[in-house]
């Protein structure tokens, strides 16, 4: 495969998540970037969702750090340079190598990673290397390493296809692996006689392709399939053959399953024992299953045990590497895998080798021909944070993570950043929570720059490749640790010029004294040169020295990589629920939305993207809300012994009773108060080190506004209020206010946030015994900003204001209409964004459906809403099921 489609086409893979589509980028004349799903990449097949879809709008230099920079101040590359070797090499030469760590992402590429992880484990010498990974996937790698004694993905995509049952379990994959969730949207259309059930404790959007829905107690996994198990024996389903052939330990995990009745697991999952009773029969009744899962499963105090519980029904049931069948994590960063590949964890070494592992210690380091090899684990992601914290570890690098925004106990971050004597962090952006704290900031090259490649879920390795010069002084994060390498004296073993030398030597580690003993082996690529990398195609692993490309499952015929080739069930115990603080009567999950990426440093670019949620909100059952005096759209004050944040309250059933979800996303750049991370307890699984970001424990009560306010204006505003939230908007930004006391001159203030400079008339109207107040000002024929104020939440149509800032207002009276904040006849309200492609919202799909559209598809007719990426079709259905409901009454 060509790497130029044509000669302004690259194809490339997406920056976002683990499903790894492929993209053709375009740079058109315009200097606009163009973007289509690549039709010839196995994981997409020419699909994109939301995110997919507007990567154009996110490769803009806004806010891109364009140069080093030591105290705030820019500096060359030179000295920069000098002064992070030179820190650290004092640091280790007086404290020794574990009082240095770096602490990476599965955002670098691969080989980016294998230069980070080879100059800490083999010449520094320590394994103080960890990655925001250990709060994504930890618990699935250690899960896989127990059973198989390796981390082993051992499906493709295609099972999602083929399967006649698919769990998803703790996956809202219909907002987080999009282009996952449409194909099998499209498998269940095709053949209806498809199952799929979702084991969640909310009712996700992903809900809309399922038969069954069981709202799990948060935790209740381990005992859901410790159950399942005890009735797949009792129902004599065990494949025999398989457990005897290919596996140990099958009694003792059957043991403690059989211990649990029916009743007991019924009480530990919160589900009905009928309703559970259905769903291990539809398990037990069908060959080909799939589970999926995700951060429901991993992010918790019992991952680990919950990776195992489900691996332990596919191993009884010999449901594994064979076509539509098996456990499957999807993994939630573009190269999480690649990550893992290279041993970017504490507790692994490169190329999946074992660093407890003598012999693969002395694999490495011959290869390497390094100084030395890190001989234990190092400190794995919260226990690395507390060790800047009490000053144990006295330099930190952090590379493309943002943890004071997504680690747990956050503040504490916040706090070891601060004491820390010497922070280095490479980025892109030269603002977000975590590089305000950095000593020494390096920019790094971005998506659409940068030059490697990542692995998918499906161990499908990809390239990404730069359609876009590196800005200012940018460089690739590999150049950028390679040049510290050689100035820590380093140089022979750091001669990289290109990322496909690296690469090569990735690949020939994985082959070197391999033999058939480890799973990842990708020698085939050894000697690749500059050309044929640059020419490389979508591959799976393993390809090992002399092997064609193919797709590949494994254990079907077991060969696992634990001495005995055996896999091992591992005896799961189900959570014993602790008694909860009466203090804190919530259990607060977190999350993900559909259109925003984590700490939105990129998504938050996009108006398109921003309009979805524009606002950082808590999920709360209406009877919850009800009993604690908090109204719809009210903003609601959440908090625990580590702090408070302010959300808007986005009242719901989807939301069971004594259960709250707040996103992820929002952060200091674009909320007053809203990190979520802040709230939650550094409780971390005891085996993998990840932490329980799912459950939190938390209060609740309403934040007693005095005022609210809604604004939209073209500059961004630096004034903030008690509460505040901003987005993009096309043309300009939008924010939300409330607070605790009203400014006493609120044309003064409207001025200040409006930021103009223009001297142009402010047009108000106060009214100040109900305490409304509207404020705008034009210039000339556009208008710079409007604030709306009131003592209730401000009803004003946001995507009706914000498109105010699009429009020329040739004639006053149309001012006067923003004033009045009503949408006129010629400009109805549109409602919140649920079309993010083509800036549909929810009023026009309600007003189509009462207007006899009864399908998606008529919609899309219609509308177009829904026909580009697809990611808005399951709200859409859920738009015109309430719709119908609603024209029934
Ligand atoms: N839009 C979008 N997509 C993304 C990302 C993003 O930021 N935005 N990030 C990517 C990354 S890095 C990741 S890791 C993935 C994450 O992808 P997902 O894991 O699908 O996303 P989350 O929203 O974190 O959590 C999934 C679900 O777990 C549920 N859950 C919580 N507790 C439990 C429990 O105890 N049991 C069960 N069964 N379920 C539970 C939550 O209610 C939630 O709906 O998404 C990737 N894709
Ligand atoms: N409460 C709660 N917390 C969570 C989660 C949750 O579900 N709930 N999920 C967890 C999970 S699964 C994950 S993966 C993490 C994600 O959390 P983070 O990794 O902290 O989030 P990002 O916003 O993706 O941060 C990436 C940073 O890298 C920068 N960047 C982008 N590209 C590059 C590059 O090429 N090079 C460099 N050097 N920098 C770059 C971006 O500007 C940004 O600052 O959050 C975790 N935290
Ligand atoms: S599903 Fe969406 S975010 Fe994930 S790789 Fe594909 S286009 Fe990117
Ligand atoms: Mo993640």
């Known amino acids: 495969m060509n790497s130029s489609v044509s000669p302004e086409t690259v194809r490339t893979t997406c920056a976002y998540c683990g499903v790894g589509c ?70 280790i030469s007086e404290h020794g190598p574990d009082s240095v760590a770096f602490y990476v992402s599965g955002q670098l590429l691969t080989e980016d990673y294998y230069v980070a992880n080879k100059l800490m484990k083999g010449f520094i010498g320590s394994a103080n290397i960890d990655t925001n990974s250990r709060l994504c996937m930890s618990s699935s790698v250690a899960g896989h390493r127990r059973a198989f004694g390796s981390d082993t993905v051992p499906g493709t995509y295609e099972d999602l296809e083929l399967a006649d049952l698919i769990l998803l379990t703790g996956s809202n994959l219909a907002w987080c692996h999009p282009v996952l969730y449409q194909r099998i949207a499209a498998a269940k259309a095709k053949r209806p006689a498809m199952r799929v059930v979702l084991i969640d404790p909310r009712r996700t959007m992903t809900s809309d392709i ?69 769903f291990f029969n539809l398990f037990t009744q069908t060959e080909r299953v799939v589970t999926v899962y995700s951060q429901g499963v991993n992010q918790s105090a019992g991952g680990t045990d919950k990776v195992n519980a489900i691996i332990n029904c596919h191993l009884a049931t010999g449901r594994i590497g064979r076509p539509g069948m098996g456990p499957f994590s999807v993994t939630g960063q573009p190269n999480a895998m690649g990550g893992r590949e290279v041993g ?123 359609f876009l010069p590196l800005p200012g002084k940018a460089r690739p994060d590999w150049w950028i640790i390679t040049q510290v390498a050689r100035r820590l004296g380093f140089a022979e073993a750091f001669p990289y010029e ?68 055996r896999a091992r069930f591992i005896p799961v115990n189900p959570v014993n629920e602790e008694a909860a603080d009466p203090r804190f009567a919530f259990t607060l999950n977190t999350g993900r939305v559909r259109d925003h990426w984590h700490t939105m440093t990129r998504t938050g670019k996009s108006a398109r993207l921003s309009a979805h949620f524009a606002e950082p909100f808590a999920e709360i059952n209406p009877l919850d809300a009800a009993v604690h005096g908090i109204a719809d759209a009210s903003l609601v004050k959440l908090g625990n012994d580590h702090g408070t944040i302010i959300v808007r309250a986005l009242l719901t059933d989807r939301q069971a009773r004594g259960r709250i979800f707040v996103p992820m996303h929002w952060n200091g750049q674009f909320a007053g108060d809203a990190r979520v991370d802040k709230l939650v307890s550094a409780n971390v699984d005891p085996i ?8 939190a424990r938390v209060a609740m009560k309403p934040f007693e506004a005095a005022w609210y306010g809604f604004s939209v204006m073209r ?15 096309e043309g300009g930004f939008r924010l939300e206010l409330a607070g605790l006391e009203e400014p006493r001159d609120w044309s003064a203030f409207a001025r200040r946030l409006f930021g103009s400079s223009t001297d142009a008339p402010l047009l108000a109207y106060h009214d100040e015994r109900q305490g409304q107040h509207r404020m705008a000002i034009f210039d000339n024929e556009t208008l710079i900003g409007v604030l709306y104020v009131a003592r209730e939440p401000v009803t004003v149509s946001r995507s009706w204001a914000a498109e105010q800032l699009t429009l020329p207002f040739a004639r006053s009276h149309q001012r006067f209409q923003v004033l ?61 099921d309430t719709s119908m409901v609603e024209a029934a009454e």
């Not at 159950?227 to 099958?250: C, E, H, K, N, P």
């Not at 500059?715 to 908007?729: G, H, M, Q, V």
């Not at 400009?827 to 964004?833: E, L, N």
Request: proline share 5%; hydrophobic share 40%; aromatic share 6%.
């Open 715 to 729: 500059e961004k505003p630096d004034t903030t209020a008690d509460y505040w939230a901003l987005a993009r908007a």
């Open 22 to 91: 492929g993209v053709l980028a375009t740079r058109e004349e315009s200097g606009a970037i163009g973007i289509k799903g690549d039709p010839m990449h196995p994981a997409n097949f020419g699909r994109l969702c939301s995110k997919g879809s507007a990567l154009g709008e996110t490769v803009d230099l806004e806010g891109r750090l364009l140069e080093p920079r030591i105290g705030g101040k820019p500096a060359s590359w030179d000295t920069a340079l000098d002064l992070v070797a030179s820190s650290f090499a004092e640091t």
């Open 688 to 695: 993998s080190g990840q932490p329980a970001l799912k459950m």
């Open 498 to 565: 290109t990322p496909a030398q690296i690469f090569a030597e990735h690949a020939a580690l994985s082959g070197h004294g391999n033999r058939g003993s480890r799973d990842f082996d990708i020698s085939a690529h050894s000697a690749i040169s500059d050309v044929e990398y640059d020419d490389l195609s979508p591959f799976q692993w393993p390809q090992g020295r002399g092997e064609a490309a193919l797709e590949r499952r494994f254990f079907s015929q077991g060969e696992f990589y634990t001495p005995d080739q």
């Open 210 to 278: 399922a038969d069954m829905h069981l709202a799990i107690k948060s935790d209740g996994d381990a005992a859901l399939f410790i159950g399942l198990l005890g009735y797949i024996a009792a129902q004599a389903m065990v494949d025999r053959t398989y457990v005897d052939r290919y596996t140990s330990g099958f009694e003792q995990a059957l043991a403690i399953a059989s211990s649990h009745d029916l009743r007991s697991i019924s009480a530990r999952t919160g589900i009905s024992p009928e309703q559970l009773r259905e």
């Open 344 to 466: 970017g964890l504490a507790n692994m070494l490169a190329a999946h080798m074992h660093i407890e592992d003598e012999g693969h210690r002395d694999l490495v380091q011959t290869f390497w021909n390094s100084p030395t090899i890190a001989s234990r684990p190092g400190l794995k992601a919260v226990d690395l944070f507390n060790a800047v914290r009490t000053g144990k570890i006295k330099a930190l690098w952090i590379m493309a993570t943002n943890p004071v925004d997504s680690m747990p106990e956050a503040d504490l971050v916040v706090k070891a950043l601060q004491e820390c004597p010497f922070v280095v962090v490479s980025d892109i952006n030269s603002v977000n929570d975590t590089t305000i704290h950095a000593h020494v900031l390096l920019p790094a090259a971005g998506w659409g720059e940068k030059d490697g490649t990542v692995t998918n879920s499906e161990r499908r390795i990809s390239r990404q490749r730069p």
């Open 820 to 880: 009045a904040g009503r949408p006129g006849k010629d400009m109805p309200d549109k409602g919140a964004i649920v079309c993010a492609c083509f800036g549909i919202g929810r009023n026009e799909i309600a007003t189509a459906a009462m207007n006899g559209c009864r399908s998606v598809e008529a919609i899309g007719a219609k509308l177009k809403a829904g026909t580009n990426c697809g990611s808005c079709r399951a709200e859409i259905k859920g738009i015109l």
